[in-house]
């Protein structure tokens, strides 16, 4: 069964390398008077890379228009998580991405194309 990962509801093509997803702490670090440290958990979060090794202009536009549908920042990512569907209020890091070619109709594929979805 392949991936189907949604962002906003709307299908969006699978990456050619697996999503790398990174669960973090989020905590509350501060010294005390007598100067230890004194951290309190807060959180789990995670975030998600995504990596296209080749992706047409279509397809990449299709998640830009998604992502970068500002002033609105903050996004529903859904995906199956070892047969569980999870959902992950998210916002956009840095999109990296090199032109590979331009096809005898003008349109355009992407090559090297990855960014980050940060969980809120």
Same mark, same amino acid.
């Given at each position: 069964?392949?991936?189907? +990962? ?12 697996? +999503? ?23 959180? =789990? ?7 296209? =090794?080749? +992706? ?10 998604? +992502? ?16 569980? =569907? ?21 349109? /355009?594929? /992407? ?10």
């Amino acid at each position: 069964m392949a991936l189907v +990962i949604k962002l906003d509801g709307t299908t969006i093509k699978n990456p050619s390398v697996p +999503i790398q997803i990174t669960k973090y702490p989020v905590t509350k670090a501060g010294r005390v008077s007598s100067a230890l440290m004194a951290i309190d958990f807060l959180a =789990e979060k995670s975030t998600f890379q995504f990596e296209y =090794e080749a +992706i047409s202009h279509s397809d990449l536009q299709t998640i830009l228009n998604i +992502i970068h549908d500002f002033p609105t920042m903050f996004h529903t990512l859904t995906i199956n998580e070892n047969g569980v =569907e999870q959902s992950y209020t998210v916002y956009p890091g840095a999109v990296k991405k090199q032109l590979l070619r331009s096809d005898n109709n003008g349109y /355009w594929y /992407w090559q090297s194309v990855t960014f980050q979805l940060i969980e809120q």
